[in-house]
């Protein structure tokens, strides 16, 4: 997961930084925002793993160093407001840039407000996690899935209950192999069963083929073949390279949900006074091991 959102964060990033940029040289001096990116994951304690992250933005012409970009010497809380309680995050030395507390479990239908506080501003962002979801399949999310493709999606279906039948779900699939590795299940363009570059492998603006993603609503998941339960059966299409794979069955809250579809997401992400996305999920992920016959 981390890999995923770290791509789309400087993704986010740079589109901030060239937004200001162009050719005059009376443009305006550069002006860092703090950006957070991450997302509390219901049900799951707050670890390093799925830290918050926290950075200034960098001049367009750095190279982008990201525990230097990390925003040291910051109070960071996270409060229930539910119950009132505030939680200190704290960052690793070694990586300054993720905030976390392991002893807090986020809990799932409960919102949690992030706050960010330097000695020249203070940035805010809510989130309200989504109910849990039951997840029934005969996919492990404890280990790897070594599976030959054709024995997925309608042969391995993944049931869904969700007490929220407005809830949006995301279906991400992403894989993990390098470009120069990756071998196509199905070539897109040619007889080549590889890609002919990173550019290839990574095109689109979601970065298809490699990593293709959908969001639907829980009410729209209703399978009449698989006796009208809510049902992901399709997913085995998601898959377009032989090797690792991860997917990700998750009910996702409005911030990610702006930040995933919004002409600018870097402002969309639920965070007053920056940039990025503090989001929150409930799910599973599931490694899969897509075997060349």
Same mark, same amino acid.
């Given at each position: 997961?981390?890999?995923?959102?770290?791509?789309?964060?400087?993704?986010?990033?740079? &589109?901030?930084?060239?937004?200001?940029?162009?050719? @005059?040289?009376?443009?305006?001096?550069?002006?860092?925002?703090?950006?957070? =990116?991450? =997302?509390?994951?219901?049900?799951?304690?707050? /670890?390093?793993?799925?830290?918050?992250?926290?950075?200034?933005?960098?001049?367009?012409?750095?190279?982008?160093? &990201?525990?230097?970009?990390?925003?040291?010497?910051?109070?960071?809380?996270?409060?229930?407001?539910?119950?009132?309680? @505030?939680?200190? &995050?704290?960052?690793?030395?070694?990586?300054?840039?993720?905030?976390?507390?392991?002893?807090?479990?986020?809990?799932?239908?409960? /919102?949690?407000?992030?706050?960010?506080?330097?000695? !020249?501003?203070?940035?805010?962002?809510?989130?309200?996690?989504?109910?849990?979801?039951?997840?029934?399949?005969? &996919?492990? @999310?404890?280990?790897?899935?070594?599976? *030959?493709?054709?024995?997925?999606? *309608?042969?391995?279906?993944? *049931?869904?209950?969700?007490?929220?039948? @407005?809830?949006?779900?995301?279906?991400?699939?992403?894989?993990?192999?390098?470009?120069?590795?990756?071998?196509?299940?199905?070539?897109?363009?040619?007889?080549?069963?590889?890609?002919?570059?990173? %550019?290839? $492998? !990574?095109?689109?603006?979601?970065?298809?083929?490699?990593?293709?993603?959908?969001?639907?609503?829980?009410? $729209?998941?209703?399978?009449?073949?698989?006796?009208?339960?809510?049902?992901?059966?399709?997913?085995?299409?998601?898959?377009?390279?032989?090797?690792?794979?991860?997917?990700?069955?998750?009910?996702?809250?409005?911030?990610?949900?702006? *930040?995933?579809?919004? %002409?600018?997401? %870097?402002?969309?992400?639920?965070?007053?006074?920056?940039?990025?996305?503090?989001?929150?999920?409930?799910?599973?992920?599931?490694?899969?091991?897509?075997?060349?016959?």
């Amino acid at each position: 997961m981390k890999r995923i959102i770290f791509i789309i964060m400087i993704f986010g990033i740079s &589109l901030f930084m060239m937004a200001g940029c162009d050719d @005059s040289p009376a443009r305006p001096e550069f002006d860092a925002k703090i950006s957070i =990116f991450g =997302f509390l994951w219901g049900g799951e304690a707050l /670890t390093q793993d799925r830290g918050i992250t926290i950075t200034y933005t960098q001049p367009p012409e750095a190279y982008y160093d &990201l525990n230097a970009a990390a925003v040291k010497d910051a109070d960071v809380t996270l409060t229930d407001e539910t119950s009132g309680t @505030s939680y200190t &995050l704290t960052a690793d030395p070694d990586n300054p840039a993720y905030f976390y507390n392991v002893d807090l479990i986020i809990q799932p239908d409960v /919102t949690y407000t992030l706050t960010v506080v330097t000695d !020249d501003r203070t940035v805010r962002a809510t989130t309200h996690v989504p109910q849990a979801l039951t997840l029934e399949t005969d &996919l492990d @999310s404890e280990n790897v899935n070594e599976e *030959y493709h054709e024995n997925l999606g *309608y042969e391995k279906p993944v *049931y869904i209950t969700s007490p929220n039948e @407005s809830q949006l779900i995301l279906v991400d699939m992403y894989c993990n192999e390098e470009w120069n590795t990756a071998e196509y299940i199905n070539p897109f363009f040619t007889d080549d069963p590889y890609p002919q570059n990173e %550019e290839e $492998y !990574d095109q689109g603006m979601n970065a298809e083929p490699r990593h293709i993603w959908a969001i639907i609503p829980y009410r $729209y998941l209703i399978a009449p073949d698989f006796e009208n339960r809510h049902t992901v059966f399709w997913y085995s299409s998601m898959i377009v390279f032989y090797g690792s794979n991860t997917m990700q069955i998750l009910a996702i809250d409005d911030n990610y949900h702006h *930040y995933l579809t919004d %002409e600018h997401p %870097e402002w969309s992400g639920g965070v007053e006074s920056g940039i990025g996305c503090f989001g929150s999920v409930c799910g599973e992920d599931y490694e899969l091991n897509i075997i060349k016959p």
